[in-house]
């Protein structure tokens, strides 16, 4: 069956870092991959989108990449924030449908 | 637009009860979801709906739960009869398909069965 791996481990990072997050998923192909943030009680907000044929996204200072030969996509806060502490999710599609299939989750926290 | 719209937020029912989930999409999206949210298990996909139809409940755990899309603007997930192990936020999302965005969250209903 389809499976997606975050980061289990929260990640601690210092403010002005660059944060980066990893996202692996097996046994599927997607035609694309979203990245999610979402705060505590809150629902998850879209943050990026990126096609299997694109290599590389960005968006202020947020960049993912998507490697379909390695089946992972990294995604990367620049100059990184204390605001920026939250969850973030990775989100692979299933195939060239509209069905995302979430992963448990990156827990990012960033220390001023 | 006030966003997906999820009602209520908060729900505590006794085990054996019916409980009805409700949610009002962004108007003009044509695509419909309902997710479980739990420590465990993380985000589970119960089931989407295309133009009203239903597409996918591949996800739907057991017969106890049922979804519903009358029209474009409203939605219902019902569990009856509950069980503790219901209990999850759950999470209706919407979107326009062939758009580069994502899906828009609603803010959850937190389900607890006691």
């Known amino acids: 069956s389809q499976k997606i791996e975050q980061n289990s481990e929260a990640l601690n990072i210092q403010e002005g870092k660059t944060a980066t997050l990893t996202c692996n998923y097996t046994?599927?192909?997607?035609?694309?991959l979203q990245w999610y943030r979402q705060d505590p009680g809150r629902g998850p907000v879209f943050l990026l989108l990126i096609r299997e044929n694109e290599k590389e996204k960005r968006k202020e200072r947020l960049k993912v990449t998507f490697d379909t030969t390695l089946k992972q996509s990294l995604f990367h806060i620049t100059a990184s924030q204390p605001a920026d502490s939250a969850t973030y999710l990775c989100?692979?599609?299933?195939?060239?449908?509209?069905?995302?299939?979430f992963g448990t989750g990156t827990l990012l926290a960033v220390q001023p | 637009d006030a966003g997906v719209i999820q009602s209520p937020r908060h729900e505590v029912t006794e085990m054996g009860q019916e409980v009805t989930l409700r949610c009002k999409p962004i108007s003009g999206h044509d695509y419909l979801f309902w997710y479980r949210q739990t420590m465990m298990r993380g985000l589970e996909l119960l089931i989407y709906f295309n133009n009203n139809v239903p597409i996918d409940d591949s996800g739907m755990p057991e017969d106890r739960f049922s979804a519903k899309m009358p029209n474009a603007s409203f939605s219902t997930l019902k569990i009856q009869p509950s069980e503790p192990r219901d209990s999850a936020v759950y999470f209706c999302?919407?979107?326009?398909?062939?758009?580069?965005?994502?899906?828009?969250f609603g803010s959850g209903t937190r389900l607890t069965v006691v």
């Open positions: 999302a919407s979107t326009l398909w062939g758009r580069n965005y994502g899906y828009t």
């Open positions: 046994n599927y192909s997607p035609a694309y």
């Open positions: 989100a692979p599609s299933l195939g060239a449908t509209n069905k995302l299939i």
